[in-house]
């Protein structure tokens, strides 16, 4: 049994911590803060958790010393008091984007601005278990991952793992999001009468988190495109790669049960019949699983290869809870066992 | 062919009488305004009117005379600059709901605030024309109408015209209503991830609209429910009341059928067999028809009266120009032809 | 440790059965039938399982013993095999509506048809804790809830147990409620351009559910009346009635403050601020809570009181495993932990 | 004023057609034929319609000449009976896929089955103006167009008709769409519960509409990956390719601006402030505009080209209208002029 707080308890990456940790079997929560709901009980914010955690939100200026720091604050913030952080726990897992280069100038490029604390980057360790399961569990500070990255990095992955990509082929991905991808803030767009029912194509390139895959793989001509479409959960990535010469459906099949027997919270969705026969972002609404598919265009290898998260889950909260269960040593899936809902 | 400007044509039911007022046939629109839009193409605001209106917003404060001006300000501001509105226009119709109700002290009652110009009060015609068409017909300023006012009138018409209301009973409307209700400013609760998929009872009773049933048909016993669902465009108010002794379906057909032949706009929807048999708003989106239908507990008097708007369009901006070709002596339809969408 | 069965695993409520049974601390799932499916995965047709249940499919012919039979087949199915079903397991739940009523001239009048097997109705206990949990924990029969009158009841109980309604009061009840409701097979209304976007008062008064609501409390006056929103998972009954002359606020608290604090799965919502002020079922999807709250317009006597649930969970399977762990005298809520999302 | 009749009304294309023609200064409905609504008002269906068309479904056995004649039945049917239909009436517009390809090997390719009436294919001018406007004039039978097809056509019109792409780049368009386009037919995939909320990409390449992408434009390297989203109306085509070197913004700026000016219901949607500075088809729903626009990675060549429409009007009946409209010589926007809505 540990404790441990969240700084930014508001926001919807906040909300979703204090979901998974007041059912944590290990855990006990010490502290949530919020500037703006200060005094409030979390509930009156995240009216799913009334009855079930009684938990006011403190001021996040007066953290007390824990064993596991949450940072569940706006990008920018982190970086500033690091060394504060640091001391108050001897673990850390941030949420936002401001650990997850490490490479500074990789950071300036895509963030337009130097980063505070560079000296921290290279001391956090990218918070995605499906590709850096070995260093998280040796780790003290952990950056959470961009969710657009999650579902891009894991739609590539069986294909990088298995090294059958043509690497000459440019990368493009389509990822369709959900509305909370935006946070909580309000804004023009986030208006339900305008942003309802859109498809909203609003970064067509160069989004930050393009970065975070271009570090995981390598990949020199990559393109991610955003488009917002409706529903407030979920996100789903369709990446568009050419193959080296010579793959089969066989090898693809290999490379795609490979990393889902590899890692609990993949899944293979790649049926021949029914209603559910590709990923799906709805169905995991709630849940840490990412649910993998591919189509191929063997006659001219070509391959769409799709990954579906949700995104205030596998792509934010639930996986900084696996980071946590990875860093203590204890079982990868613990707390994180609700699968979704169907229907939904 | 005459000339009209409008005041206040950012927000939501502006943006409609511009749709509506750049097709219709005798119309010329002169100014429309925005201060917050100042010098903006009104397309880059309705992005439906792209190469459909060419017009710029101009400043409120130098509005040009013209035939008619239709004020779409908030509500509170029309009462405090009505002479000013009177000598640029001869003829004016206010969308907002500052002289919708013709009793100051009934104005105060629910607006819980003193009445700036009360001596205008009894000069507006409330323009719901399906019960006050002749006085609009004289009338050169009109009171624009409640949205949940409008759809609660014209479920309760077809009885009260008849006369077979048991005048001693309560009369409970419950309203269901889209996002467009509240209108073009954001606020916390109207964020996307917060008002998708909601069911919620923001209103249990004393809405203001209130106040112009009561005005219209002098109810005693009425309670407003005010419910927001997932959708952007439309109201459906279910009333639900006891008959006089002794009425029969016979008798409900005939009032119903009364009602519909008499009003251009108004449609009877009561069928036995498909999915459309009883009024819906979607298939109303962008249309000023209004559909009512009803149910009948003969055993115990009880009905049920439902009403189905566009709330922007029957509910706001439709009506007003309805009310001003009512006003011109034109076609009661001109200008608002268009029929909704199926499917949608 | 027990085993259970579940008749009839394809449909919405099997399938939520399936989930919550799948992680209940206490329960082995022996088989799970469909006739359609037969030998399909769980997961292909309820794809958030996969991975999490690897059962397939049975024969709903070739049951075996347990010691719990769900039964989750449709209406009409299990009063003809009852005294099978009986043979099979020393406890049944049966989801259906077979034996939700007590007296077979309700049933008839209710149903238009005889029932099939008259003398199994006082065998069976109407399975809603908070009207009946000890006869739940002494029976060995239960009769799973209608969803509506489930939310119909919770919003009346508080008032009820209290003994503070006008007795000659009617009572009116608007149920909103999402496309779950109307079960896994298809039809013309539940196409999905049809059904999106609607608001569809599809049953004005005489739904079956409300002979359950009448036979929990006995009202005279009672009218249901149901309308699909868009959303998947959820109702909202919003009942309009007037109380004893003399009631104030505090009364009021008092009566919804006990009842949420005897009943684990009930809370009550009633803020001042915030955006969630109300009983909301976007929330709770998911979840077994059931949300109430309530206004009152106590110059009038009058008041509105508000249920919200998930129509499958709390109005359905949910409850069904709540009175598992009470016939199985477990903890009330085992297995029932998940308390919906925020934002969703 | 010319007589029309259009052969399959109940469906979501003939629907439309019925709505536009109702409106038509220029065209009487003379039939319009549903053997399962054989004398059923064409309102029961399109309830849209009530009290603006009075017509009722007549019998498609017992069509009579007219003056032109919609063919809006399901794919496989025109091409058996062709004969007959050009007896009945001079011209004919044909909505399904039967004529859109002029090859009949390309047909058989695509279709997987030969062609019933390949001496008809070389009769008849795929109907999309933007690429055919000078032979539609001079046609007398006319194929409609794929909604997909048409959406991706138009994303790619500014640059294959500046001639600036790289011949060598493959084309990658991932079109995201509503439920409307999977037509009026019922099925398990489109049941509200599972249709609701989903990302789903149900062809990640090989749909049948590239095939007129390719004839349009002699594409060799094109996959067409189709995803449904969550809106009932509306497709978005977003382009991926490289341009040839050297070419930069305002060469785009000149393409896109051509392409507009030259087509009356094209439209450039490319704004730096905002809720609307990218195409979105929400708002053109009822509409047959094409809203599109780009964004230009220069560094490296590479374009996202953006298309938005209304499947079932750009992309289906409104550009059939359209097609008439050039045919007999008219305003090619006569009877189209609904500009579609704001916000919805």
Known sequence: MIRVSILGGSGYTGGELLRLLSFHPQVEIHQVTSQSHLG?????????????NSLKFSDPGQLEPVDLLFLAVPHGEAQKKMDDFARLAPKVIDLSADFRLRDPVLYEKWYGQTHASPQWLSRFVYGLPEINRE???????????????????????????????DDSSPVTIEIKVGSSEGGASINDGSHHPERSGVIRTFSAFGHRHTAEVIQAFGIQKLWLTMTAVDLVRGALATAHLQLKSGIVMKDL??????????????????????????????????????????????????????????????????????????MMGWDEMAGLDFPGLHPV
């Open 135 to 165: 260093a998280i569990q040796q780790a003290d500070y952990i950056s959470g991952v961009g969710c657009n990255a999650t579902a891009s990095i894991l739609a590539l992955l069986p294909i990088m793992q298995a090294g059958i990509m």
């Open 40 to 52: 409030e009980y979390v509930h009156q914010v995240h009216p799913n958790l009334r009855k079930v």
């Open 253 to 326: 099949w290999k490379a795609y049960r490979a990393v889902t027997q590899e890692n609990p919270f993949l899944r293979l969705v790649n049926e021949k019949r029914g209603v559910y026969r590709v990923p799906e972002p709805k169905v995991l609404a709630g849940s840490n699983y990412a649910d993998i598919g591919f189509a191929y265009d063997q006659e001219n290898n070509h391959l769409v290869s799709i990954c579906a998260i949700d995104n205030l889950m596998k792509g934010a909260s639930g996986t900084a809870v696996q980071c946590m269960n990875l």
